[in-house]
Structure formats: C-alpha cells, structure tokens
C-alpha cells in the first residue's frame, strides 16, 4: 500500500515538473515593433504634374461658402501634402455652367457668375453657341478665389436640389476645355452639402453624484436633449484634365451635434468636419503612412 | 510480427520527434535573426529570414506572425492577411497574434472599404 502510494506520488512529481516545463516552453519571447504600414493612393496621378481644384456647387446654409471654403481648404492641403502643384485660379462658376448647360436659366443665373476677376473683358453671357456653353466657363481665372454670392447658395438648400446642377461634371467637352487652359491637369470638383441639422431625443451622458458620505461616483444619466448641428456631404470627383472624364468620385458624411445652448459658429463647424474628412481625400492621390505597433514573436 | 511492427513504428515516431524540434529549432534561429534585423529596420531582410524559418517549419505559428507584421509594414496586405490567417489557424488562442490580426484587420478593412466605396460615375 505504502509502495503504491509512493509510486503516486512520484508519478505526480514527474508530471507536475513536465507541464511546468512545457509551460515555460510555451511561454515565448515577445517583442513590440512599431511600424508604418503604407496605404497606396485610389487613384494612380503618376500622369499629372499639376492639380487644379476648379470648385463645387454648394449649397445647405448661407454662414458658410462652401464652395469657396472647400476649394480654399483643398489647395493649401494638397498644397503641404501632395506631390501634385496646385494651380491657383478662381474658382469656376460652376452653377452657371450647370445652367447655360440646360439652355435654361434658372433663378442663380440671374447672379452673375464669379468671374469679377477676368481680365479679358469678356462677357459672362457671351456664348459660343457650341453645345449652349460659353466662354465664361473657362475665362474663370484670376489671382485669387473670388467668393460666391450668398444667393446663389441660398438655391440649393438640399441634396435633391443638387440634382439639375450634377450634369456638368459629365460635361467632358467642358473640363476638357478646363484642361487644356490650364495644360492638362488633374481636376478636382463636386458638390458640397452643408446643412443646419437638429436632433432631439435622449441622450446617455455622465453625471457626478455624491453619497450620503461624500463619496464621488460618477454615474451614467439618460437624459432628454435638444440638439443642433451640421451635416457635411462632400462629394469630391475627380476628373482627367486630358480627356475631360470622371476617373473616380467619392462621397462622405459627417455630422456634428452640440447641446442648444452651446452656440457654435457655422465655419468652426465646417473646418470640424472637414478635418475628419481630408485623410480621405488626401488618400485618394498620395500614399499614406499608417503608424501604430505591433507583437513580434520568437 | 506485430512485435517487429511496434518496434519499427516506435523507432520511426521517436527518430521524427528530434528531427521535428531540429526543423524548429532551425527556423527560430531564423526568427530570432529575422527580429534583430527587424528591430534595426532592415524589414527586407527580415522578411527573407521569416519566409526561411516557415519554409523550414511550416507549422511555427510564431514565424507566421512575424512575417505578416513585415508584409504589412512593406504595404503588401493581402499577403500580411494571408500570414496572420495560417498563423491565426495554427495557434487560434494566441492572444498576441490576435491582437496583431484585430490590429491590422482595421487598417485593411479601412482600404478594402474604400476600395469598394464608389468609382462610380456622377
């Protein structure tokens, strides 16, 4: 009896050191790494030298000019963090062309276009009778984006209203023209949304409470609010500067909400939003560096 | 007969088992190198000495790993997917490898997405 007790015991002594060893085996080395894992642009623009981001129609609220802002925030992005240079020019009445596209002037064309810094002379009206457009379209040049009248984005106050204007970006003849003003380069436009939005309706948030003997807690409290904010929709195209055609296009949303009581300007709004979207578009023409850290294991 | 059988079958299983932990033991030497050279940022090199050590050992999980942060370090991410998935197959609790894997998933779902996003004309 007491020899097999003995046999037991030593049995379970070889076992216990086996698994301990196999548990030591098995534990292996680690080491952190950090690396950089690059994400290769959409669109090959290996073809262009220049980049031209003509402008958008835009529309939602009068506080901010997005088609003005968003052409001025593509430039001086591209401008840092691009391979492509950025042609400065006014940016192209887009509207108008939409509408002298469709032979029927609509209430924004009864603006004028922004075109204020030509030099030529030329008249925005004077059309060529090719295909309904005019020269206009393409004598939009100047040292610096012009602002679009407030009127004008006062049209489109929705994304169906952004509708009749969205055939001109399939105008080949159009940006082919563009191209060869400004020799060929890689087009940059679309529509930009940016609407006042609210919500109301109950949201979780965290809330101090102290107990009968003073101990802080922080405990989650549905409460009911009202809110108010903005949606952006961009949406950017990218047209070939050579043959006048879409090579790619993207849409994006994103929103933002405040409590009401917080009064928060139009245009810190949009910049908010904007900055949650450049990486984006910024991946669509040049190659990012992704960094983070990584397990190598032995 | 079946005397001879078990004797020949025993012979062969323990003449496996070292030839076995030789093949590791070979591939870690790779590893271990794969990882200095890493570390000093030569991924090129690193990359030659992992798919080394997994060519010896085809079943080192470890190595499988290694070499799919290295693919994902040099951009080529199918490859990286390729890698973590094998390593992910041969050690499915590794937990170090699935942090990894969960890691790099959200980077290429983030490319895939977009990839898929749209191309569409307006």
């Not at chain 1, 003997?213 to 903005?230: A, D, H, L, N, Q």
């Not at chain 2, 005397?3 to 932990?21: D, F, K, M, V």
């Not at chain 2, 591939?27 to 050590?53: N, S």
């Amino acid at each position: 009896m007491t020899g097999r007790l003995a046999r037991i015991a030593r049995t379970t002594r070889i076992l216990s050191s086996v698994a301990a060893i196999l548990l030591i085996a098995g534990c292996t080395n680690y080491y952190e790494i950090p690396i950089e894992t690059p994400i290769k642009p959409k669109l090959d623009v290996s073809a262009f030298q220049r980049v031209l981001v003509a402008g958008f129609i835009a529309g939602g609220t009068d506080d901010v000019d997005g088609n003005l802002e968003t052409t001025r925030l593509l430039r001086s992005q591209l401008r840092t963090k691009s391979e492509l240079r950025v042609i400065d020019t006014d940016v192209l009445p887009l509207m108008e062309v939409a509408n002298e596209d469709k032979g029927a002037p609509q209430e924004a064309n009864a603006e004028s276009p922004k075109t204020d810094g030509k030099t030529d002379g030329k008249t925005d009206g004077a059309s060529d009778g090719k295909e309904g457009k005019s020269d206009p379209k393409v004598e939009a040049r100047g040292e610096a984006p012009q602002p679009a009248s407030p009127d004008k984005a006062a049209v489109i106050k929705d994304a169906k209203d952004l509708e009749p204007y969205e055939h001109v970006f399939a105008d080949v003849e159009y940006w082919k023209k563009i191209g060869e003003e400004y020799q060929n380069p890689l087009i940059v436009t679309g529509t930009v949304m940016f609407t006042p939005h609210q919500r109301s309706g109950i949201v979780q948030r965290e809330e101090e409470v102290y107990d009968s003997f003073g101990r802080r807690r922080v405990v989650p409290v549905r409460t009911y609010m009202e809110r108010k904010g903005y949606i952006l929709q961009p949406k950017f195209i990218f047209i070939d500067g050579r043959t006048g055609t879409v090579m790619h296009s993207e849409n994006f949303r994103e929103e933002v909400l405040y409590n009401a009581n917080q009064s928060t300007p139009a245009l810190s709004s949009y910049f908010e939003l904007m900055d949650r979207l450049i990486p984006s578009f910024l991946s669509t023409l040049s190659s990012q560096r992704i960094k983070g850290t990584r397990v190598l294991l032995e | 007969m079946p005397i001879r059988t078990l004797t020949i079958l025993l012979l062969l299983g323990t003449s496996a088992a070292p030839l076995a932990a030789d093949a590791r033991s070979d591939a870690k030497k790779q590893v271990q190198f794969g990882i200095a050279v890493a570390q000093r940022g030569l991924w090129r090199e690193a990359i030659y000495r992992w798919e080394r050590a997994v060519q010896i050992d085809p079943k080192y999980a470890e190595a499988l790993n290694d070499l799919a942060i290295a693919y994902e370090h040099e951009g080529d991410l199918e490859k990286a997917r390729v890698a973590y998935e094998k390593a992910l197959e041969l050690e499915p609790n590794n937990a170090l490898i699935k942090q990894n894997y969960e890691l790099f998933k959200e980077i290429n779902d983030r490319t895939t997405r977009k990839d898929s996003q749209d191309n569409q004309n307006p």
